[in-house]
């Protein structure tokens, strides 16, 4: 039975046939589907990649946390020691070279747990305070928006070298540090990391979480931007740092918006703005950027595809009613013909003067447009003489239609949209209706075509959009007030402003200001305390300013809107607050007087209001201190501040801006700490640049730091910015500069190790300060470095008091280095190698420890690290033995009795000799170690005196083996000569028999020259292009000194051959 089943056949459907087009589609499906299997695995592995890379950086970062923690236990241990033996450390238990790291570590911490930056401890612990003698400074606020970079470090280096100098003279000081919410700037980088992160907008996320999201930044980069102020030794008082959008401040923000409302100095109109339809909101005149165009240019705009047409006018013709004319005008806009209400001609141009009064009917939408004249507006000789007016999207346009009571029309929507104004192109994007209605006017044969036309092109610094100009309602603060009080503050010498040359710069933007827009379309800000209220039976119209009432919160605007409108809360239909926020400038022009507790009269206030100086970046004069200098005299009817000091920008070594694209952008913590090349390209991923910027700022990084940076210090940085400050040029920063200050922080340290070590500390006990002592039974290098350090106290001085910090810098520089380290400390050698202490000694010791002291506390407010740590090493006169920190010693003041102008002359021109000396030994290529015989020429008894008494000195410094000083011209057999260029009367000869051999020398040098030579040669290449007067003046002028340097140095060459050659024979 089973058998016949198995015969029996079965009845099957057969296969259906599958045509080519659906075995096609089936491929298409099942690779699609692998292609999103391989995808999904793709983005998985990439996820798992990141979590790893992050879990693994997270490890690296914690050990790292882990041994710096460790290290700092260890040091602190070494701290507390030193802090127990100081006045009695010898040599041994100094660090044998400066190590920043390990002079850094501790000693912000020991600052902060003495509470030394309050002005309240000053007061307690300082013996020479003046309590009736205050500074006060508050910290320009740094934005939140991420880390601080140079031009930070820069202003705060300043400051903090002006408090510590201030502390140190006595006058009881406050800094004020804070941070700043940065409105618009901070929601911008926020939305960017949620959509890099998440993928997500802020309107997706919703208000409240995004701002969650932002709070959460806050705390990131606020905690951040703390750490790098206290790595960079800013000496602020902690525990009165504020935000501005903290409680106190907010309470202030709407204190001062309301009292300025009820004043009549806030109001509520519509106006032309500066729109960004990326980020639908009007944003100020700071954020603006221009681009500029000479010619017709293709640029991609955010927002759209592909390439725009820009720097050029458009042309096309509007037909007159009734008339077989046309008028042909020229716009770099064409879009904006959709708004257009009228055409204006010029009244005296007779071309034109029979169609006065005439209209033209509109080519695209349904509307008729009038025939207007306006000299104002239109320059007959300029084209064609005709202008199209769009009063709701061009400034001047704008002006002529209020002349006009024209209609504004606004065309766009928010995001750039066409709106229903645009007729047949509403929907579109701005710039592809601008292709739309050429195309639409080409139909009509009304489009003429395009030509060049050079002009400027607004851009919003944040998402890099083409600015809108934009009528819409916003908030308008009434500033001519004001800006008359803060104009005749300069004028009357109450406020000064430094350099004086911003003086013309602040007359020219206060004496033309315009009102103050101060609301924007953000999230992340302080909302604006002000509500709309609709009473029944009154038209609602969030237009009319009088239909707004402010207040803290919605129950005082309630109050404030009964006794307003006089009428019940049944009468109130609906109250509506704000959404928007204030412009951060509106707060941030609060800040002297906000921080101190304002509205409320607290001590604070009281104590410390007004503040001493506002020191801050030459590019926010209008933006930031000029408004603070109004609101606060209009709010406390106080001066906010009697001196601004304004520095000049930072910009990297090739004089250009700063800017993440360009790679440029240097954290102060790379400067002081050292990064490799890899660490620098590193941290450009963990910001917000797209790929082609990253790529663009590597490239950057590359040119510019070939070897990454080395480890510089706190110190050394901040020596060099305050070095390169010069009133009213921009500084051009070279990162090795920081490096050779690096190098003079070793300088100091080896100085004070050879003074700890020649002192023979802790057995050298230092007396009594006494200038006229020092000056007793003592020598001539005595003498002579007291009178340098004279000269060095009087230039800082009148340096610092003139805020002239190039000046200052110079001067301690120069003290240290080239008259302490190059000259006194080689002088003093051979005196501390008399095997009894001779009264000689004895006064050497005291002298050397007197410039060492002196040098230290001179130099604190520039490196507060390293000086701290090694006052903390020498031993304390009896009157200063109380002392805890060197940031509340006295400050050098002057010794008058210490000029001494003749030794000082004469330890000059010995000085002037052996530099002559040591550049003839170079010449000729001959060692320090190598002892010359050497001969002084003079032509006069007094020329005699003085070089034979400064023999031995000259023999030390020049490395001779003896020194002959004698009145003679002639040559002397086997020596070369020279004459000292500084002294003309005075030759140097040298000995060398034996000591140079003549042929390899010559040889040498020829290879040099032949060097010099084909330098030389390849910067005329340059040089001598077609149009290299077009190159930059700068480089031009770079160019030419690098030609007179290869001319130089080939002469010299030259000269020394032909020495060399005759002495050969």
Known sequence: MDQQKEKQPTTQTPPKEIDEETKRKNEEKKKAKEAEKEAKKAKMAEKEAKQAAAKEKELANKAKKEARKKRKRKLKKKLKLKLKKRFSMNVSELLPAYQPKAVELCWYDYWLENGFFSPEKQMEVQAHVQKDKKFVIVIPPPNVTGSLHLGHALTNSIQDAIVRYRRMKGEVCLWVPGSDHAGIATQVVVEKRIWKEEGKTRHELGREKFIEKVWEWKQDYGSKIQGQLKKMASSLDWNREVFTLDETRTVAVNEAFIRMFNDGLIERTTRLVNWSCSLKTAISDIEVDYKDLEKHTKLPVPGHDGLYDFGVLFEFAYPVEGTNEELVVATTRIETML?????????????????????????????????????????????????????????????????????????????????????????????????????????????????????????????????????????????????????????????????????????????????????????????????????????????????????????????????????????????????????????????????????????????????????TGSDILFFWVARMVMMGQQLTGKLPFNQVFLHAMVRDAHGRKMSKSLGNVIDPNDVINGITLDGLVQKLYEGNLDAKEIEKATAGIKQDFPTGISECGTDAMRFALCAYTSQGRDINLDIQRVVGYRHFCNKIWNATRFAVMKLDIPNYKPPTFDADALLKDTNAINISILHSAQTAITIVEEGFKNYDFSAVTTAIYNFWLTELCDFYLEMTKSIFSMEEDSPIKQKTKDTLYTCIDIGLRLLHPFMPFITEDLYQSLPRRPEDSAIPSIMLAPYPVSQPQWNNTTIKEDIQQCQDVVRAIRSLRTNYNIVASKKIHTYIHVKSQEALDRFKNLSQVIRVLAYASEVDVCISDEHRAGCVSDVVKELSDVSILLDVRGSVDFTAEISRLESKKSTAISNKETLLKKINIPAYDKVPLKIRQDNDQKLKAFDDEINTYTKTIESFANMKL
């Open 339 to 615: 708004a257009d209400t009228a055409v204006a001609i010029h009244p005296d141009d007779e071309r034109y003067k029979h169609l006065i009064g005439k209209f033209i009917q509109h080519p695209l939408v349904d509307r008729k447009i009038p025939i207007i004249t306006d000299a104002i507006l239109v320059d007959k000789e300029f084209g064609t003489g005709v202008v199209k007016v769009t009063p709701a999207h061009d400034h001047n346009d704008y002006e002529t239609g209020l002349r006009h009571k024209l209609e504004m029309i606004n065309l766009f929507t928010d995001e750039g949209l066409i709106n229903e104004n645009g007729g047949e192109f509403k929907g579109m994007k701005r710039f592809d209706a601008r292709n739309a209605i050429i195309e639409a006017l080409k139909k009509k044969n009304l489009y003429k075509g395009m030509k060049d036309n050079k002009m400027r092109l607004g851009i919003c610094s944040r998402s890099k959009d083409i600015i809108e100009p934009y009528i819409k309602p916003q908030w308008y603060v009434k500033c001519d007030g004001m800006a008359a009080k803060a104009v005749q503050a300069v004028r009357d010498g109450d406020l000064q402003i430094i350099p004086a040359s911003h003086n013309a710069t602040w007359f020219r933007w206060l004496e033309s200001i315009k009102d103050w827009c101060v609301s924007r379309q953000l999230w992340w800000g302080h909302r604006i305390p002000a509500y709309h209220v609709n009473v029944r039976g009154v038209t609602p119209n969030p237009y009319d300013t009088t239909q707004w009432v402010v207040g803290h919160n919605k129950e005082d605007a309630l109050a404030n809107a009964l006794e307003k409108f006089k009428c019940t809360k049944e009468d109130i239909v609906s109250m509506e607050h704000d959404p928007d926020v204030l412009d951060t400038w509106f707060s941030s022009g609060l800040f002297p007087f906000s921080v101190m507790g304002w509205p409320e009269q607290t001590k604070d206030f009281t104590d410390y209001y007004p503040t001493s100086l506002l020191e």
